[in-house]
Each structure stands twice: as structure tokens, then as C-alpha cells.
């Protein structure tokens, strides 16, 4: 079973892309599945299937909703204006002689706010957008991150299901054996001990068989649990493991890989600290508080106008540290950013080559050891009942023939799992035919 992909449209990481674009557009990840197969049918399960229903249903990502909300909500609060402040006072009341009572008391009424200098407010409400620009390029980091973990489970169980399969040959040729022993000890060409030797190792090979459907029955639970399900909803996986598509030049990979959210993410933290810096260069602007209000003399029975205002001295002394500290600050996302390419250049070369490797074991194995073998076995089984060759020269043959199968299993899921390593450094999928209308499945995801 084969699974097929395409791409329609190039996909460009844009801070305002809604979650739900995310979802509709997760093919960018270089998973190449075909809509006529999105989703799973007749108790199968398709890759893009599952990555969909990750997107959608897997916990993790529901927290940017909260987050977005919560930005909101501080939004509002950045734009709100100083509050009025209204004021009662009551002077020279309650005294002695003729201040006693009301009689000579002052009462004022007063109104005072405060005078923002410096645009304090536009800095605060561009700290709230730079916080949900950071925001979105960490939902796309963890949405990349998540579509790359379903991967890498789908192909785990995608590998063991093909070592269920080789499990089941294995058992298949161990009781062929077996029946050939017994047919040569009946014929007096073997000794009993073969036939006990031959049957120890069908049992084993049942053995086995039930071991490696159990590993595949927890690997299905576990690419499940990514869209929140206890019990999978699928009896098998398709896909071809062994097909893994065109290769890119690395330095073309690298270029790509400077543009993954997970690089873009420091760019949305330098104009978050950019705006942070902003804020506490507005706080070297003092605020001037003003008030202003009515006072009534009770003495003589006369009112008046009551002004004023207040404005801290020395403020932009004051706050040398503080704008020193978001500077700083500043700076140090643009390390941060070196150390992140160095160490995902490292990644990314190490991906590459295992998969280049991988890739090469894997057609080797196919090409050329896997025939070999095979037809070693058929030359050892007929000169064994023949009585040209010894049960432990069959054994061998079977043996080897099994374990290459089983290494062309491993070799194959690497190279997908690696590939899909490098998708998700880049972003983007390996197959040099990305944009095409239909290609196989190449060992990456769409």
C-alpha cells in the first residue's frame, strides 16, 4: 500500500495565519497524502489522517487558545488612559474657638489624573502585540514539533507492522522446517535430536510472533494517545516503508532551516525585547499629575478655584538601570539565535548523512543481499532434503535470510524517521517534486 501526497500550494509561516489555516495547511510539513485518502477507511489509517487528527484534538496546542484570550484581555488593560481620581477634603474643622465646628471649616472638591509623557501608552499596547507574535511562532514550534512525534510514532507502527508480517513468514518457515525434519527422521536420514532442535525453534518462532503483535498493539495505542484517544479506531497503517523519494543538497536544506519557525521564534523575541526596551525608555519621561477643583471657605461663605500639578524630578537618571537592563536583554536574544543554528546545524547534518546512509543499506539490502539470500536458502532446503547438507547449514540459511529482512525493516524506518527529522528542521519536505500534483510517499509526510 502505497501512501499518496501532494502539496498545492506553498505554505509561508505569516504570524497571522489563524490556528485553523495551521490545520487545513499542515501539509507544509511535507506530508504527501492525497486527499482522496485523508481519512482513515475501513479500519485503516492513513498519515495524514493522523496528523490531522493531532492538530486538531491533541491537548498541548489548546493552551494558545487561553494564552490568546489572556493577551486580550491584557490588551484592554494596555489601552486603557490614567483613571480620574475625584477628591473630598475638609480642612480647620473640629478645633478650638472659632474653628470649632463647621463654621470656619475649607472643603474642596477636586478632579486629578495623570499626564502620560513619552507615549507610554502606545509602548505598553506594543508589548501585548510583539507577546502574540511570540505567542504564534510558538504554537507553529509546537505544532511542528507534534506533527514530527506523529510521524516518527507512525512509522514505528508502520515498522512493526511489517515485522508482524516477517514474524509470521518466520513462523511459517520454522514449521516447514519442522515438517521436513520429521519427513527425514520417519525416513531414517535424520536423528529425533533434529526433530527436537526444529520443533524448540518453531515454538520460538511463535513465541515471537505474539511478542512483536503485542509491540505493535502498544505502538498503535501510543500514536493514538496524540489525538487523545485511550483505544485506536484503526486495525492497520498504510503506507510503504521502503520508498523514500528524492534527496536536496544539504547546503539547500541549511538555507531552509534558517527559516523554521524555530528560528523565526527569536525574531518575534527580539521585537517583544525591542518593545520592552521602548517601554522603559518612555519611563525616563516623567508623568505630570495635575488636579484641579472648587473650595468653599465657610467663614465668609465665599468659594474659589483650587489648581495644581506634581511631576517627579530626575527621572531619566533614575531609570538609566532599568533601560541598561532591557538592552541587554535585547541583545542577548541575538546569541541565543547563534547557539540555536549551530546546534540545529548539528542536527541537521547528522539527519542528512543517517539517512543517506540508511537509505543505501536499505537498497543494498533489497537489491542485492535479500535475492541472495533467498535463494541460498532454496539451494540449502533442497540439498538438505537431499541429504547433501546438515539441518544446522539450513538453519543458517534461514537464519540470515531472516535477519537482512529484519534489517531492511530497521534500515527503512530510520531512513523515514530521519527524513522527517530534517522536515522538521526545515519546515518544508525533502521530495524534490513538492510541488507537484501527486508523488509517493518518500519517506516524508504531506
Not at 186 to 192: H, K, N, Q, T, V
Not at 267 to 290: F, G, N
Not at 324 to 335: D, F, K, L, M, T
Not at 407 to 434: D, R
Amino acid at each position: 500500500m502505497a501512501i499518496r501526497f501532494f502539496m498545492p500550494t506553498r505554505f509561508v509561516w505569516r504570524t497571522q495565519h489563524s490556528f485553523k489555516k495551521l490545520v487545513l495547511l499542515c501539509l507544509f510539513f511535507g506530508w504527501q497524502v492525497s486527499f482522496a485518502h485523508a481519512e482513515a477507511t475501513n479500519n485503516s489509517l492513513t498519515l495524514n489522517a493522523a496528523l490531522k487528527r493531532a492538530i486538531e484534538l491533541n491537548p498541548s496546542l489548546k493552551v494558545f487558545e487561553f494564552r490568546n484570550s489572556a493577551l486580550s484581555g491584557q490588551m484592554q488593560i494596555a489601552a486603557l488612559k490614567p483613571a480620574y481620581e475625584l477628591g473630598i477634603d475638609a480642612e480647620n474643622f473640629s478645633g478650638a474657638d472659632e474653628l470649632s465646628g463647621f463654621d470656619g471649616a475649607e472643603l474642596t472638591v477636586s478632579l486629578s489624573s495623570v499626564l502620560e509623557m513619552g507615549d507610554k501608552r502606545s509602548a505598553r499596547r506594543g508589548i501585548v502585540s510583539s507577546s502574540r507574535s511570540v505567542i504564534d511562532a510558538q504554537r507553529q514550534v509546537e505544532s511542528l514539533e507534534l506533527l514530527g512525534e506523529v510521524t516518527r510514532r507512525y512509522v514505528d507502527a508502520l515498522a512493526a507492522q511489517e515485522q508482524v508480517t516477517l514474524a509470521r513468514e518466520a513462523n511459517r518457515l520454522a514449521n516447514e522446517t519442522l515438517n521436513i525434519v520429521r519427513r527425514r527422521a520417519e525416513a531414517g536420514a535424520a536423528p529425533e535430536a533434529e526433530v527436537k532442535r526444529a520443533l524448540a525453534a518453531a515454538s520460538q518462532a511463535g513465541l515471537t510472533l505474539q511478542s512483536t503483535q503485542q509491540q505493535l498493539n502498544y505502538l498503535k495505542v501510543s500514536l493514538a494517545a496524540l489525538w487523545g484517544k485511550k483505544t485506536p479506531n484503526f486495525v492497520t497503517l498504510e503506507g510503504d516503508l521502503y520508498h523514500f523519494g528524492t534527496d536536496i543538497e544539504f547546503d539547500s536544506l541549511f538555507a531552509k532551516m534558517e527559516k523554521n519557525p524555530a528560528i523565526l521564534i527569536f525574531a518575534a523575541e527580539e521585537r517583544l525585547k525591542d518593545a520592552e526596551l521602548r517601554v522603559a525608555t518612555t519611563q525616563s519621561k516623567a508623568d505630570v499629575s495635575w488636579s484641579l477643583g472648587v473650595r468653599r471657605f465657610q467663614a465668609n461663605d465665599d468659594s474659589a478655584l483650587v489648581a495644581g500639578f506634581s511631576m517627579p524630578l530626575f527621572s531619566g537618571r533614575r531609570n538609566t538601570g532599568a533601560v541598561s537592563a532591557a538592552r541587554a536583554q535585547r541583545n542577548e536574544i541575538y546569541v541565543q539565535k547563534e547557539v540555536a543554528l549551530l546546534s540545529m546545524h548539528t542536527q541537521l547534518f547528522r539527519a542528512f548523512h543517517n539517512r543517506k546512509q540508511a537509505i543505501l543499506a536499505a537498497k543494498t539490502l533489497q537489491s542485492t543481499i535479500i535475492p541472495a539470500l533467498r535463494d541460498a536458502l532454496k539451494e540449502t532446503q533442497a540439498a538438505y532434503e537431499r541429504g547433501r547438507y546438515g539441518y544446522l547449514d539450513y538453519v543458517s540459511a534461514r537464519q540470515e535470510l531472516l535477519n537482512a529482512q529484519r534489517t531492511l525493516i530497521e534500515a527503512a524506518a530510520s531512513a523515514l524517521i530521519y527524513g522527517a527529522e530534517i522536515e522538521q528542521l526545515t519546515a518544508e519536505p525533502l521530495s524534490s517534486t513538492l510541488y507537484s500534483v501527486s508523488s509517493d510517499f518518500s519517506g516524508t509526510v504531506q
